[in-house]
Nanobody
Framework: QLQLVESGGGLVQPGGSLRLSCAAS????????IGWFRQAPGKEREAVLC????????NYTDSVKGRFTISRDNTKNTVYLQMISLKPEDTAVYYC?????????????????WGQGTQVTVSS
């Protein structure tokens, strides 16, 4: 069974850091483009960052530039989202998703597999 599992979310104060993990089972992540998305209450799901099969990264959200980075560890079959200098507006459920072939995309509908999401809350 193909599965993605996110972890690492939680409650953090403004200015704090978190590292989210996206672990795959049943398939090899380095054969896929992996996107991190987020969805805040009452808002549409939006693309944040994506790492391609060749490990090139694409940033889709200007507000996270310089604060969020994406990386992969193929030995652990895991993709990470490192978040620093967190702001209250980063509060959302964060999802990872896998897309086969044709590179990264910001479009939710173009991803084949999704995790269940992990809550990130930035608040004092």
């Amino acid at each position: 069974q193909l599965q993605l599992v996110e972890s690492g979310g939680g409650l953090v104060q403004p200015g704090g850091s978190l590292r989210l993990s996206c672990a795959a089972s049943g398939f090899t992540l380095n054969n896929y483009n992996i996107g991190w998305f987020r969805q805040a209450p009452g808002k549409e799901r939006e693309a944040v960052l994506c790492i391609s099969e060749s490990s090139g990264s694409t940033n889709y959200t200007d507000s996270v530039k310089g604060r969020f980075t994406i990386s992969r560890d193929n030995t652990k079959n895991t993709v990470y989202l490192q978040m620093i200098s967190l702001k209250p507006e980063d509060t959302a459920v964060y999802y990872c998703a896998a897309r086969s072939g044709l590179g990264c995309s910001r479009h939710v509908s173009l991803y084949n597999y999704w995790g269940q999401g992990t809550q990130v809350t930035v608040s004092s």
